[in-house]
Protein backbone atom coordinates (compact mmCIF):
# COMPACT_ATOMS: atom_id res chain seq x y z
CA UNK A 1 0.00 0.00 0.00
CA UNK A 2 1.40 3.56 -1.03
CA UNK A 3 0.70 6.59 0.96
CA UNK A 4 -0.79 9.89 -0.98
CA UNK A 5 1.76 12.42 -2.53
CA UNK A 6 2.63 14.93 -0.05
CA UNK A 7 2.03 12.64 3.26
CA UNK A 8 4.35 11.26 5.10
CA UNK A 9 4.44 7.67 7.02
CA UNK A 10 4.91 8.27 11.24
CA UNK A 11 7.95 7.06 12.33
CA UNK A 12 6.78 5.04 15.29
CA UNK A 13 10.56 4.56 16.73
CA UNK A 14 11.49 8.50 16.65
CA UNK A 15 12.80 9.37 19.83
CA UNK A 16 10.52 12.06 21.93
CA UNK A 17 12.07 15.14 21.62
CA UNK A 18 13.98 16.84 24.39
CA UNK A 19 11.22 19.71 24.34
CA UNK A 20 8.45 17.61 24.97
CA UNK A 21 10.43 15.74 28.01
CA UNK A 22 10.88 19.50 29.21
CA UNK A 23 7.23 20.31 29.22
CA UNK A 24 6.43 16.61 31.17
CA UNK A 25 9.04 17.69 33.41
CA UNK A 26 7.64 21.44 34.19
CA UNK A 27 4.08 19.77 34.38
CA UNK A 28 5.56 17.31 37.45
CA UNK A 29 6.83 19.91 39.07
CA UNK A 30 4.23 22.47 38.81
CA UNK A 31 1.80 19.61 39.96
CA UNK A 32 4.38 19.15 43.21
CA UNK A 33 4.52 22.76 43.87
CA UNK A 34 0.88 23.81 43.76
CA UNK A 35 0.56 20.82 46.43
CA UNK A 36 3.10 22.47 48.54
CA UNK A 37 2.48 25.82 48.26
CA UNK A 38 -1.28 26.13 47.38
CA UNK A 39 -4.12 27.49 48.93
CA UNK A 40 -4.44 23.54 50.22
CA UNK A 41 -1.29 24.12 51.62
CA UNK A 42 -0.92 22.11 55.35
CA UNK A 43 0.84 24.65 58.28
CA UNK A 44 4.09 23.98 59.40
CA UNK A 45 4.68 22.17 62.80
CA UNK A 46 5.59 24.73 64.71
CA UNK A 47 3.51 27.85 63.23
CA UNK A 48 1.94 29.24 65.95
CA UNK A 49 -1.39 28.35 65.35
CA UNK A 50 -0.54 24.77 65.33
CA UNK A 51 1.45 25.44 68.48
CA UNK A 52 -1.62 26.78 70.35
CA UNK A 53 -3.95 24.01 68.99
CA UNK A 54 -1.94 21.00 70.16
CA UNK A 55 -0.85 22.46 73.33
CA UNK A 56 -4.02 24.35 74.69
CA UNK A 57 -0.75 26.82 75.37
CA UNK A 58 -0.67 24.89 78.59
CA UNK A 59 3.13 23.11 78.02
CA UNK A 60 5.49 24.33 76.09
CA UNK A 61 7.47 21.91 73.11
CA UNK A 62 11.21 22.13 72.30
CA UNK A 63 12.97 20.57 69.58
CA UNK A 64 10.19 20.36 66.95
CA UNK A 65 10.80 18.93 63.69
CA UNK A 66 8.64 17.23 60.61
CA UNK A 67 8.87 13.38 61.21
CA UNK A 68 7.04 13.10 57.38
CA UNK A 69 5.12 14.85 55.06
CA UNK A 70 2.12 12.41 53.05
CA UNK A 71 1.47 15.58 50.61
CA UNK A 72 -1.11 13.28 48.77
CA UNK A 73 -2.99 12.65 52.34
CA UNK A 74 -2.42 16.58 53.20
CA UNK A 75 -0.58 15.54 56.59
CA UNK A 76 2.13 16.01 58.44
CA UNK A 77 3.60 14.12 61.20
CA UNK A 78 5.42 16.31 63.98
CA UNK A 79 7.62 15.42 66.78
CA UNK A 80 8.91 17.54 70.13
CA UNK A 81 9.89 17.28 73.36
CA UNK A 82 8.14 18.39 76.64
CA UNK A 83 9.86 18.64 79.47
CA UNK A 84 7.76 17.80 83.04
CA UNK A 85 9.06 18.19 86.69
CA UNK A 86 12.70 17.86 85.92
CA UNK A 87 12.25 15.37 82.81
CA UNK A 88 11.75 15.35 78.57
CA UNK A 89 9.14 13.55 77.56
CA UNK A 90 8.59 12.78 73.57
CA UNK A 91 5.40 14.49 72.30
CA UNK A 92 3.46 13.75 68.52
CA UNK A 93 0.90 15.11 66.74
CA UNK A 94 -0.36 15.26 62.98
CA UNK A 95 -1.54 18.39 61.22
CA UNK A 96 -4.15 17.49 58.17
CA UNK A 97 -6.53 19.30 56.24
CA UNK A 98 -9.58 17.58 55.72
CA UNK A 99 -12.02 19.10 52.65
CA UNK A 100 -15.61 19.26 53.38
CA UNK A 101 -18.20 20.14 50.94
CA UNK A 102 -18.08 23.55 50.56
CA UNK A 103 -14.31 24.32 52.40
CA UNK A 104 -11.60 22.83 53.95
CA UNK A 105 -9.97 22.75 57.88
CA UNK A 106 -7.52 22.13 59.94
CA UNK A 107 -7.59 19.29 61.91
CA UNK A 108 -4.82 18.92 64.75
CA UNK A 109 -4.74 15.26 66.92
CA UNK A 110 -1.67 13.75 68.91
CA UNK A 111 -0.28 10.58 68.94
CA UNK A 112 2.22 8.14 69.59
CA UNK A 113 5.55 8.96 68.86
CA UNK A 114 6.56 5.79 67.57
CA UNK A 115 3.63 5.89 65.72
CA UNK A 116 4.56 8.96 63.58
CA UNK A 117 7.59 7.77 63.44
CA UNK A 118 7.13 4.09 61.70
CA UNK A 119 4.29 6.20 59.79
CA UNK A 120 6.03 9.42 58.32
CA UNK A 121 9.49 8.04 58.25
CA UNK A 122 9.21 7.13 54.97
CA UNK A 123 7.15 8.36 52.14
CA UNK A 124 6.84 6.92 48.55
CA UNK A 125 7.01 9.24 45.75
CA UNK A 126 3.53 9.34 45.12
CA UNK A 127 3.21 11.45 48.61
CA UNK A 128 1.63 8.86 50.05
CA UNK A 129 2.58 6.57 53.03
CA UNK A 130 4.86 3.56 52.37
CA UNK A 131 3.20 0.98 54.65
CA UNK A 132 -0.06 0.46 53.28
CA UNK A 133 -0.22 -3.15 54.84
CA UNK A 134 -1.26 -4.93 51.36
CA UNK A 135 -3.23 -6.75 50.42
CA UNK A 136 -5.55 -5.63 53.03
CA UNK A 137 -5.30 -2.15 53.14
CA UNK A 138 -4.63 -0.02 56.16
CA UNK A 139 -8.28 1.15 56.72
CA UNK A 140 -9.28 -2.24 56.67
CA UNK A 141 -7.00 -4.06 58.76
CA UNK A 142 -7.74 -1.22 61.30
CA UNK A 143 -11.97 -1.83 60.83
CA UNK A 144 -10.90 -5.89 61.31
CA UNK A 145 -8.83 -5.21 64.42
CA UNK A 146 -11.91 -2.88 65.80
CA UNK A 147 -14.60 -5.63 65.28
CA UNK A 148 -11.82 -8.10 66.72
CA UNK A 149 -12.21 -5.99 69.75
CA UNK A 150 -15.85 -5.49 69.79
CA UNK A 151 -16.44 -9.35 69.75
CA UNK A 152 -13.72 -10.33 72.58
CA UNK A 153 -15.58 -7.58 75.15
CA UNK A 154 -19.09 -8.37 73.27
CA UNK A 155 -20.33 -4.26 73.28
CA UNK A 156 -17.97 -1.52 71.44
CA UNK A 157 -16.25 0.09 74.28
CA UNK A 158 -17.15 3.72 73.01
CA UNK A 159 -17.59 7.11 74.34
CA UNK A 160 -19.12 9.28 72.12
CA UNK A 161 -19.18 12.41 74.91
CA UNK A 162 -15.31 12.53 75.48
CA UNK A 163 -14.63 15.76 74.90
CA UNK A 164 -11.13 15.80 76.45
CA UNK A 165 -9.54 14.25 73.40
CA UNK A 166 -9.13 15.64 70.48
CA UNK A 167 -10.56 12.93 67.86
CA UNK A 168 -13.38 9.73 67.47
CA UNK A 169 -10.13 7.23 66.75
CA UNK A 170 -9.07 7.94 70.30
CA UNK A 171 -12.43 7.07 71.95
CA UNK A 172 -11.93 3.32 71.39
CA UNK A 173 -10.04 0.88 72.96
CA UNK A 174 -7.45 0.53 69.66
CA UNK A 175 -6.86 4.18 68.73
CA UNK A 176 -4.65 3.68 65.74
CA UNK A 177 -2.81 0.75 64.37
CA UNK A 178 0.30 1.02 62.06
CA UNK A 179 1.91 -1.97 59.95
CA UNK A 180 5.91 -1.72 60.43
CA UNK A 181 6.49 -4.76 57.73
CA UNK A 182 4.85 -5.71 54.66
CA UNK A 183 1.96 -8.38 55.50
CA UNK A 184 3.10 -11.69 54.42
CA UNK A 185 1.01 -14.92 53.87
CA UNK A 186 0.97 -18.10 55.59
CA UNK A 187 -1.81 -19.90 53.81
CA UNK A 188 -4.14 -18.77 51.38
CA UNK A 189 -6.54 -16.48 52.57
CA UNK A 190 -5.07 -16.14 55.80
CA UNK A 191 -2.60 -13.00 56.22
CA UNK A 192 0.26 -11.86 58.98
CA UNK A 193 1.27 -8.57 59.82
CA UNK A 194 3.54 -7.32 62.30
CA UNK A 195 1.68 -3.95 63.87
CA UNK A 196 1.85 -1.08 66.14
CA UNK A 197 -1.13 -0.98 68.19
CA UNK A 198 -2.30 1.82 70.30
CA UNK A 199 -4.68 0.69 73.10
CA UNK A 200 -6.72 3.27 75.33
CA UNK A 201 -7.69 1.98 78.64
CA UNK A 202 -10.42 3.69 79.21
CA UNK A 203 -12.57 3.89 82.60
CA UNK A 204 -15.51 6.65 83.31
CA UNK A 205 -14.40 8.41 86.57
CA UNK A 206 -17.69 10.30 87.13
CA UNK A 207 -20.70 11.17 84.73
CA UNK A 208 -18.37 13.85 83.08
CA UNK A 209 -15.24 12.79 83.34
CA UNK A 210 -13.11 10.08 81.70
CA UNK A 211 -9.54 8.36 82.40
CA UNK A 212 -7.41 7.56 79.40
CA UNK A 213 -4.06 6.29 79.59
CA UNK A 214 -2.73 4.29 76.27
CA UNK A 215 0.24 2.15 75.73
CA UNK A 216 1.79 0.64 72.74
CA UNK A 217 2.02 -2.96 72.08
CA UNK A 218 3.73 -4.54 69.37
CA UNK A 219 3.16 -8.30 67.63
CA UNK A 220 2.17 -10.44 64.83
CA UNK A 221 -1.10 -10.28 64.08
CA UNK A 222 -3.16 -12.74 61.43
CA UNK A 223 -5.99 -11.51 59.25
CA UNK A 224 -8.84 -13.92 57.30
CA UNK A 225 -10.52 -13.10 54.07
CA UNK A 226 -14.12 -13.30 53.71
CA UNK A 227 -15.59 -16.04 51.16
CA UNK A 228 -16.36 -13.70 48.13
CA UNK A 229 -12.76 -12.07 48.57
CA UNK A 230 -14.35 -8.60 49.72
CA UNK A 231 -13.51 -8.20 53.52
CA UNK A 232 -11.24 -9.12 56.30
CA UNK A 233 -11.35 -10.39 59.56
CA UNK A 234 -9.28 -11.27 62.65
CA UNK A 235 -8.22 -14.94 62.85
CA UNK A 236 -9.67 -17.04 66.04
CA UNK A 237 -6.30 -16.54 67.16
CA UNK A 238 -6.79 -12.73 68.00
CA UNK A 239 -7.04 -12.44 72.13
CA UNK A 240 -4.14 -14.83 72.37
CA UNK A 241 -1.91 -12.83 69.73
CA UNK A 242 -3.28 -9.65 71.73
CA UNK A 243 -1.74 -11.26 74.93
CA UNK A 244 1.45 -12.05 73.25
CA UNK A 245 2.22 -8.66 71.79
CA UNK A 246 4.86 -7.10 73.86
CA UNK A 247 4.43 -3.63 75.35
CA UNK A 248 7.02 -0.71 73.85
Not at 34 to 47: G, L
Not at 55 to 75: E, F, M, V
Not at 112 to 138: S, T, Y
Request: aromatic fraction near 8%; include cysteine; proline fraction near 6%.
Amino acid sequence: MTMPSGLAAPDNDAPVSPLAWLTLASLLVASLAWHWFSSYAVPQCDDRETLAAVTAARIGLHDIKQAGYAWSQKTRGCLATVNSHGKSMQYAYTVSRVEGRRKSRIVYDYARPELIQARFGKIAWNGDFVQQAEPIGREALLQAMLAGMDGLRGKPLLFPDLGMLLSPQHYREIADVEAVAPCRELRPGIQSCRLLVERNDIARMAPTTVWSLSVLQQGDFTFQRSKDGKNWSVTPQFRMELDQAQLQ
